[in-house]
């Protein structure tokens, strides 16, 4: 079937955190956006993450201060627009002595203090582990360390969220759709998608095409383009672990292996703890791969150097892994590759262009669309000027330090419902949690219960508003409450879903 409406001004063809920021960026300047993403959104590298907004504190090691200072500036930059989903952490670096000096952690952590320009974020200082209460699990011989500060993520949430926005500013977002074929015609790019559900195939037009499709970005290339010789991406997995809840403060871990690479312990969901990351070359199967054995033994090794308390297989409740798409600049090991991007325009001045992304990072996704702009406006004309710095995400239309407050003013508004509940939905939905309790006055008002406080209400919510169609939908990327459902639960709320489409 062939679309005969009027082209599009930018088609993105990925739907992570980088196609939908540049979507939203797009659009939001007057540009007709298409967005198109064969599985879910954030399906991919963009729910694999390490789940932090950071500078990057080890990126300093190999001189990469241009990545490391734009990713400082984006931190309160990101939080500020998006304060139900991203929040403030506090780090805790232990000196593990016969591996980087404390004359060069102190030096680094100086340097991340002042590149950046923090203003609302607190300072790094110094910590002695005999008397501080991030001392007490870990073993004796870590005596002194230093705090700093970066932010979690929600990440999945936050490439959502711009989905979201870019839909409500008039884009088109189209999940389960895969782009199969792109021919440039009359001055156009013929793009040819397919339902990956149904098999029904379409085509539409733009005048230009954004490759965003992260860990795909060669295969797009060599696929539906026809370039055979693409090679840009050098891919790298990186596993996490989440392990029963190893501590009870609400700092996080920085530690050092000694292989010189690090790996950080965070209190995750409330009752559990993540660490990770690896980082080893991938050269698998990407629909189908997962942490190795490997992996896990040394995800488990380097966590157990640290803590008093061992920790071994039966601690884990659950394994997640993503492939990083990053620049291939010909570095020899994985951990020292760039983590900076690549914008690359493919096609002559007279053609339609092609504009590859290559490499980055969830922090500086926002700055990537901003210089995707830039590249944009010099093929097809300049419209409106650069705003995503501030504007609020939906939901994150608060102050940045308002978070709990809206949750006491909810916990108020609404008392027969559970105030665990209302917190959690807090920090996936913000300002919009009112709009999904609605005039729930019981939790039978809010329909079916699911399991783990979830509810129909707010399931129906995501169906609507938020493209999820089946249950690893809702309970791995909109939220991580599959960490609470049972094999049981989770089936009959995928099968609940599936008679709602």
Known sequence: MTDTSSPYD??????????????RDAVG???????????????????????????????????????VRESLMERETLWRNAPHIIWPLRFVLPHHSGLRPAWLLR???????????????????????RSHPAGAPLKDSFTRGFEYSDCWVQDARLTILNARDAADRGADIMTRTECVRLTRRDGLWDIELRDTDSGKTRTCSA??????????????????????????????????????????????YIFQNSDQRIFFAIPYEQDFTLIGTTDRDFDGDLDDFGISEKEMDYLLAGASDYFKQAIGRDDIVWTYSGVRPLYDDGTGAAQEATRDYVLRVDGEPDEPALINVFGGKITTFRRLAESMLEKIETRIGQKGPSWTADAPLPGGDFPAVGAQRLTDDLIAQYPGLSKTMIARMV???????????????????????????????????????????????????RTKLGLRLSRAETEALDDWMSRQA
């Open 207 to 252: 005048r230009l095409v954004v490759n965003a499709a992260g860990p795909w970005v060669d295969t797009l290339l060599r696929g539906a383009a026809g370039d055979n010789g693409a090679r840009n991406v050098r891919l790298v997995q990186g596993s996490h672990i989440v392990t029963k809840k190893l501590y009870d403060h609400d700092r996080c």
């Open 107 to 129: 030096l680094g952590l100086f340097l991340y203090d002042h590149l950046g320009g923090r203003k609302l974020l607190p300072p790094t200082k110094a910590l002695n582990l």
């Open 10 to 23: 930018v088609f993105i063809v990925g739907g992570g955190i980088n196609g939908c920021g540049i979507a």
């Open 29 to 67: 300047r007057g540009y007709s956006v298409g967005l198109c993403e064969k599985e879910d959104l954030a399906k991919g590298t963009s729910s694999g993450s390490t789940k932090l907004i950071h500078g990057g504190l080890r990126y300093l090691e190999h001189y990469e201060f241009r990545l």
């Open 427 to 477: 920090r996936h939905y913000g300002t919009l949690t009112g709009s999904i309790l609605g005039q729930a006055r019981t939790p039978d008002d809010l329909g079916l219960h699911f399991g783990g406080g979830l509810y129909e209400a707010e399931v129906r919510h995501l169906m609507q508003n938020e493209w999820a169609r089946h249950a690893d939908d809702v309970l791995w990327r």
